[in-house]
């Protein structure tokens, strides 16, 4: 079990449990003595998005980073896939980003990158941890080797150059009018850059950050701000980004709004046309069945992980695919980046959509998705699960929806709520379902 570590970094609310000064300044002594140890150039990038916080936490961060004898390069504010990009780049021993990726501004976050450019192993997490609760004096550089903090500027070039080459030179996206909202978060100057270089008009939302606005009403989270934009500057299509640009929720002509799963599919069926389409797509159990049927009768298999961009990476590394992401709006594109990128992916989607001659709206819509119903259920812990009255109920739900859909019941990673969700062809079935599942589980609390 890990104590400070989640499935995406360490993340809480600012000034309390893991999200303080003290645990950051640990994490910096801890990872900067762990990485030190490797061979390399002892040193370390690190960005941030555009919450208050940012500053706290970033320079608790250099100050343990540097204490352990490691060079910081601070990058500001910068979507966390430039990170693992940037880490590559400048031969650096690690990456860190400091998000709360789609919270809200009094939460905050610490991701870390290896010198590859993926996640942290839960085996490297767990050593971090160990070091971070040992007596920290012992891990302090000499005086004379104590690191420097340094700050560069528009390095977020490198990675804006990086994924333009996703577009290929022959691809023209002049003339497209893109409304593009930002969340008030990392990517509000840099991804209206790339889609302007690459030739297309921009208008925007999301883009005034004050260090409280980040995904307030706006963003991957909330696209009905940009919705309505979309249709009253005639866009022809319209990406949200959350706070970290790590998301990418699409709108297209008409206002409509396409999730990851479609997202998922129209890059897939892209790739594939173009022969460039690696292994199974990588999804987690919360992708639509829809979604699965569309890529069969693709010819296209679809491997499904736990919940969580870092999972759907390692089975990617593992089946040398190149294609994986989350209805939520995160895609991982593999061959461009080692993370979930929604810039990336809007690049993907432009590409794909001109490929088809379609407008948007007759082209998002990949597949028709089955009725989907997820209720969350408090409970005092998680037992419940285990009472004979709770294991029988499941049990009849997936009889009753046999091979024409299926349930997931699963324990959140954060809270002590139990997620239920069914789906199937038949909407009243579903919610039947559900809601027979909850009721069992509500009576045996």
Do not use: W
């Not at 978060?185 to 939302?205: D, M, N, R, S």
């Not at 009725?371 to 009472?387: A, G, I, M, T």
Request: one cysteine or more; a neutral charge.
């Amino acid at each position: 079990m890990r104590k400070y570590f989640g499935t995406d970094g360490i993340r809480g609310l600012v000034n309390s449990g893991n999200m303080t000064p003290e645990i950051a300044l640990r994490l910096g002594v801890a990872s900067g003595h762990y990485f030190k140890s490797l061979v390399g150039r002892h040193l370390v990038i690190i960005g941030k998005d555009t919450r208050l916080s940012g500053y706290m936490v970033e320079n608790a961060l250099v100050a343990g980073l540097t204490s352990a004898g490691m060079d910081a390069v601070l990058v500001g504010p910068v979507p966390t896939p430039a990170i693992p990009i940037l880490t590559k780049s400048l031969r650096a021993d690690a990456g860190i980003m400091i998000s709360a990726s789609h919270n809200p501004y009094y939460d905050n976050g610490i991701k870390i990158f290896a010198p590859n450019g993926y996640k942290l192993s839960d085996n490297v997490e767990l050593e971090i941890e160990r070091l971070m609760d040992s007596d920290i004096n012992e891990l302090y550089a000499t005086p004379q080797k104590v690191g420097r903090a340094m700050r560069l500027d528009d390095v977020a070039v490198r990675y804006a150059e990086h994924i333009k080459n996703a577009l290929p030179l022959e691809k023209n996206i002049s003339g497209f009018k893109i409304a593009l909202d930002t969340a008030n978060g990392a990517g509000y100057k840099i991804a209206p850059k790339v889609f302007e270089e690459l030739g297309a008009e921009i208008v925007q939302i999301g883009d005034n950050p004050n260090g409280k606005n980040i995904n307030d009403g706006v963003g991957a989270t909330a696209p009905n701000k940009l919705s309505k934009l979309v249709v009253a500057e005639n866009a022809n299509i319209g990406f949200a980004l959350d706070g970290d640009a790590d998301r990418l929720i699409v709108v297209d002509e008409k206002g409509n709004v396409i999730d990851g799963d479609q997202i998922i599919a129209i890059i897939a069926n892209y790739l594939n046309n173009k022969q460039q389409l690696s292994g199974n797509v990588v999804t987690t159990v919360m992708s639509n069945m829809g979604l699965e049927e569309y890529l069969s009768n693709k010819n296209i298999g679809l491997t499904r992980t736990a919940v969580g961009d870092r999972y759907v990476v390692q089975e990617m590394q593992k089946s040398n695919s190149n294609l994986g992401g989350e209805q939520s709006g995160h895609i991982v594109a593999s061959d461009f980046s080692t993370t979930g990128d929604g810039i990336l992916a809007g690049i993907y989607v432009l590409c794909a959509l001109i490929q088809s001659g379609k407008l948007a709206s007759d082209f998002c819509k990949a597949f028709k998705p089955y009725p989907q119903v997820l209720e969350n259920v408090r409970v005092n812990n998680f037992s419940v699960l285990k009472k004979d009255e709770v294991v029988e109920a499941i049990k009849q739900a997936d009889i009753k929806l046999a091979d024409t859909g299926r349930t997931l019941i699963r324990k959140s990673g954060t809270e002590p709520i139990i997620r239920v969700m069914a789906e199937a062809r038949s909407k009243k079935l579903v919610k039947q379902v559900v809601d027979d599942i909850v009721a069992v589980i509500k009576k045996n609390i």
